[in-house]
Every structure is written in structure tokens, then in C-alpha cells.
């Protein structure tokens, strides 16, 4: 995998590879670029856009900015930027410190061209570069700009106890998910750590606690007995470490239909204010039915990915339905308007990334989409009736709230007839 951010980015990669598809092994920018932006559509609401060159970049031993890869067709590469040129200046401006490279290149607007003056050799050239559009999670930035500012990080990593629910799984399935879910603890703490030192290499302000100490210290505590990193304790546990800065990662495992459901969370905090810096969530899915047709489950395990974002739509709305039936009018809109319908948007968005690998679940998807934009519109003439006080629309919504059922409906029986052949 090659990003032109620090290769501290490949941190958040890594913890995502580990529960769902990556461009990881892009073959060109294009490839990359086209996974990228996915992969952030997936999870939204964590990431930012930023501009993309196509490098790989380190603080060399004279404490320069120097390239050590470039992507193969990426902006950098069609410019003629070549690995072991050393950054020199940026639009005019001589790059002497580490955060005049942090905000003329790591943090240019995608779309920004640059002229940018490398020396090769020995010898100055000139290069012109045009970036295109990449997207990097928010917590990403936030630790990048903190390293690149010179202010000294601590970093001490703690991986929660994998939590699963397996109280209804059978002992084969059983076996198979306490496999998946103890693996991505230790694999994601080992990865983790070894990113973290490969994109921190030149940056003196950086140290990475021992992963030992750490666990000496939870097992002190006795925090991981419950698997839960508490509030009240982080500042005591931060201090106890010699830790600046602390990374929570969480990994939970449950049990679906057809897949094991996964979710990481992230968290970034400040151990002497307590702050959270910033934060990184995501949900996939591990089939363990190796013996169901692979269209059917690869439809299947890529819907249940989301789940949890369409079960957080309906709670909002029957709790608005029953806010209507007490005349709580208010409510019950506040409840459409900040959680039922923006989630069924983010919901109806995320269908469009649904694997449809066969004409028949293709089909079928569509009238799951045309079910969903019919619940859609019922829930905006709900918010719309409430707001104008025009009960014709409430009706109205009804009316497609039934037509909703009816698609659904349908789109349960042709998936159940799929399953079936």
C-alpha cells in the first residue's frame, strides 16, 4: 500500500484490513484512489479530504523531507518525482521546518498545484505537480499535526479485551468466532505498533511506550478483566504509563444470521486534559458459513454491514410514532429530523456499496432501494405534516409507509426464493 500522507496513515488501514476490503495492494493510483474513496464512504463521518500526490515521505538522518516511494500513474509519478529526491522548497517558500511540509503538502486542497523544487543529486529541479482527491480519517490528522508541530508524544497503546456475544452460537460457529476476534486483538496490536514506528521514523518527539509496561500495569489495575477502559480511570492509567497521549482501540464481535458482525472504535486522548483528540469507527462482517453460495453470502454479509445504521433509523422513528400518539409533537420531529431520516440517507447511500454479484440479487437490491426511498419520503411528509401542521400530509406518509411494506415485502420473498435455489 502506498498514501502520500506519513505512513503513520496506514495505522487506520491496517485496523480496517483486519474486518473488511482495502486498497492495501493497489496497483496504481487510479486503483487506489477508487478504493479510497469507498472505503471513507463506507465510514462516513470520519474522514476528511485532503489533496493527494502519490508519495511516501520520511525525515531523513539531515532532517530533511525526503521521498521514499511513489505511486505508479499517481500525480507525483506523471510529474517526475522520483524516490530519494529531497523536498526543498514549496511554491516559493523553502521547506526548513517540519510543519512547513505538513501544511504546503500533506494538507494542500485536492485539486492544488504545486511548484516544487527537489534536489537530486545534488542538483536542484523544478517539478510541477497537480494533486488530485484522497480522503484520510480525521484522527489521522490530528496525531500527523501534532507530530510535525514538534510536540512531544508519548504514545501508549491499549487494545480493550475482543468482546463477543455468543450466547446463542452453536460450538462449531462458537470456536470459528473466538478465533477471528482473539486474532484481530494481537495481530492489530503488533501491526499497529510496527506502523507506528516505520511513519515515526525521524521524528524525535515520538516514543512508543512498551507494550510490556502496558500490560503490567492494566494487569495492576486490574482493567482488563472487565474488557472496559473506564473514564475515570484513563488520566490515573495515562500517568501511570509516563503517556501523553493514549490510543483506545476497541474490538467487539457478534453474532448475525450469516456473518460475524465486527466493530473497532478508535480513540485518541490527551492524558493530562483528558481530551479526546479524535475518533475512528467502523463495522464489517466474517461469514462462517463456508458452505452457503458465495453470490448469496457475499450479497448477505455485504448488507449486514449496515445494520446498525438502519436499526438506529427505526428506533428513532417508532419513538417518534408513539411521541405523535401522545401529542408530543415536538419530539416526535426532533426524533424524524436528527436521527430517522438522516440515518435512512446514510443508510440509502451505503445500499449503493452493497455487492450485488448475481442479475437475480441485483434485482432484488433494487426493489430493497425502492422500498427504502418510499420509507424515506413517508418520514419527510411526517416532519413536513408536523411542521405546517397539516394532518393530510401524516396521511399522506402513511400511504407510503404502506407502499414501503409492500416493497419490502417483496423484496423479502425474491430474496427468500434466491436463497432457496
Known sequence: MRINKIVLIKLFFVLLYLFSALPLFAKNADEYLK?????????EGYYIKVAYFGTEDFINLDNEIEISDVMKDSPA???GLKSGDVIFSINGTKIEKKYDFFKKYLMAKPGAKLRMQVRRDGVLIRKEVTSQTEYIPYLTYVLAETLYKNIPVRLAI???????QLDEVESDKRKRIEFLTQYAKENALARIESYLLIGARGFSNFTLIDRERTESILNELKFNQSGLIQTDYQSKLGKMLGASHMMFIRITGSFGKEALISQVSVKLLQTESGKVLGSFQSYDTQPYYPSEDKNFRSYRVSLTRNDPIIKESNRAYDDAFNKLKEKKFIEAKHLLDETAIPKLELYLRKLNYVSTPSADLKSAHTILIDGMNLRLEAYKL??????NKKFNLLREGDEKFESSKKKLQEWVEMINQIEKK
Do not use: F
Not at 478504493?35 to 465510514?43: G, S
Not at 491499549?158 to 463477543?164: M, S, Y
Not at 411526517?382 to 411542521?387: F, P, Q, R
Open 35 to 43: 478504493e479510497n474513496k469507498t472505503l471513507a464512504e463506507k465510514n
Open 77 to 79: 509519478d506523471r510529474a
Open 158 to 164: 491499549i487494545v480493550d479485551e475482543v468482546k463477543t
Open 382 to 387: 411526517y416532519k413536513s405534516g408536523i411542521e
